[in-house]
Protein backbone atom coordinates (compact mmCIF):
# COMPACT_ATOMS: atom_id res chain seq x y z
CA UNK A 1 0.00 0.00 0.00
CA UNK A 2 1.02 3.69 -0.77
CA UNK A 3 0.61 6.78 0.79
CA UNK A 4 -0.46 9.70 -1.23
CA UNK A 5 0.33 13.16 0.31
CA UNK A 6 0.14 16.49 -1.58
CA UNK A 7 1.97 19.34 -0.96
CA UNK A 8 -0.83 22.52 -0.55
CA UNK A 9 2.13 24.86 -0.48
CA UNK A 10 3.59 24.15 -3.48
CA UNK A 11 0.56 23.30 -5.82
CA UNK A 12 -0.45 25.66 -8.16
CA UNK A 13 -3.40 24.09 -9.54
CA UNK A 14 -2.48 23.05 -12.99
CA UNK A 15 -4.64 20.36 -12.87
CA UNK A 16 -2.41 17.20 -13.57
CA UNK A 17 -3.06 15.00 -11.22
CA UNK A 18 -6.61 14.95 -11.20
CA UNK A 19 -6.88 14.63 -15.42
CA UNK A 20 -4.65 11.55 -14.87
CA UNK A 21 -5.80 10.06 -11.62
CA UNK A 22 -9.08 11.11 -11.64
CA UNK A 23 -9.92 8.69 -9.03
CA UNK A 24 -7.21 9.73 -6.59
CA UNK A 25 -7.40 13.57 -6.69
CA UNK A 26 -9.59 15.71 -7.12
CA UNK A 27 -9.49 20.00 -7.03
CA UNK A 28 -10.48 22.45 -4.26
CA UNK A 29 -12.84 25.74 -5.16
CA UNK A 30 -9.49 27.02 -6.38
CA UNK A 31 -8.63 24.07 -8.27
CA UNK A 32 -5.58 23.41 -6.23
CA UNK A 33 -5.45 19.91 -5.51
CA UNK A 34 -6.58 17.66 -2.94
CA UNK A 35 -6.57 14.08 -2.00
CA UNK A 36 -9.58 11.57 -2.61
CA UNK A 37 -8.02 8.08 -1.20
CA UNK A 38 -4.66 8.73 1.00
CA UNK A 39 -3.76 5.10 0.77
CA UNK A 40 -3.51 2.99 -2.77
CA UNK A 41 -2.49 0.16 -4.29
CA UNK A 42 -3.01 -1.75 -7.82
CA UNK A 43 -4.67 0.56 -10.27
CA UNK A 44 -5.17 3.59 -8.24
CA UNK A 45 -1.03 3.15 -7.22
CA UNK A 46 -0.23 3.59 -11.11
CA UNK A 47 -2.46 6.68 -11.50
CA UNK A 48 -0.66 8.07 -8.12
CA UNK A 49 2.50 7.39 -9.21
CA UNK A 50 2.07 8.87 -12.80
CA UNK A 51 0.55 11.52 -11.60
CA UNK A 52 3.65 12.24 -9.20
CA UNK A 53 5.83 12.35 -11.94
CA UNK A 54 3.72 14.54 -13.78
CA UNK A 55 3.54 17.39 -11.56
CA UNK A 56 5.72 20.13 -12.60
CA UNK A 57 5.63 21.58 -8.85
CA UNK A 58 6.92 18.12 -7.50
CA UNK A 59 3.54 19.07 -5.13
CA UNK A 60 3.01 15.02 -4.89
CA UNK A 61 4.86 12.63 -2.32
CA UNK A 62 3.82 8.91 -2.36
CA UNK A 63 5.60 7.08 0.47
CA UNK A 64 5.78 3.10 0.29
Do not use: K
Not at 11 to 34: Q, W
Amino acid sequence: MTRVCVDADLCTGHGRCYTLAPDVFDADEYGHSIVRVADVSGPLEEQAVNAEQNCPEQAITLSR
